[in-house]
């Protein structure tokens, strides 16, 4: 298993977001700015299949937020919310 900074050194040399539930990942986001784009899931407790139905609703809308600029992204049963 990869540990976070490695994580973080292979998103930042290939230009790539990372997907996470992880907490460290917005902490280290707001405090150093890296990884450089982060989807931040806040379901909780959710099937497969719940996730993918929220994932198929808003994709296109992620992506689009993260071609515009955004950086940090938060996705949870509410929606999407950008962090400024």
Same mark, same amino acid.
Not at 4 to 32: C, G, L, P, W
Not at 37 to 54: E, W
């Given at each position: 298993?990869?540990?976070?900074?490695?994580?973080?050194? $292979?998103?930042?040399?290939?230009?790539? *977001?990372?997907?996470?539930?992880?907490? +460290?990942?917005?902490?280290?986001?707001?405090?150093? @700015?890296?990884?450089?784009?982060?989807?931040?899931?806040?379901?909780?407790? $959710?099937?497969?299949?719940?996730?993918? *139905?929220?994932?198929?609703?808003?994709? +296109?809308?992620?992506?689009?937020?993260?071609?515009? @600029?955004?950086?940090?992204?938060?996705?949870?049963?509410?929606?999407?919310?950008?962090?400024?």
């Amino acid at each position: 298993m990869l540990q976070d900074n490695e994580i973080i050194r $292979i998103a930042i040399e290939n230009n790539r *977001s990372v997907v996470t539930k992880d907490s +460290d990942f917005k902490d280290n986001f707001h405090s150093k @700015g890296a990884p450089p784009k982060v989807l931040y899931l806040t379901f909780g407790n $959710i099937s497969n299949k719940d996730l993918m *139905s929220y994932f198929e609703r808003y994709l +296109d809308k992620i992506i689009e937020l993260f071609d515009d @600029g955004s950086e940090f992204i938060e996705f949870n049963r509410n929606g999407i919310f950008v962090s400024t």
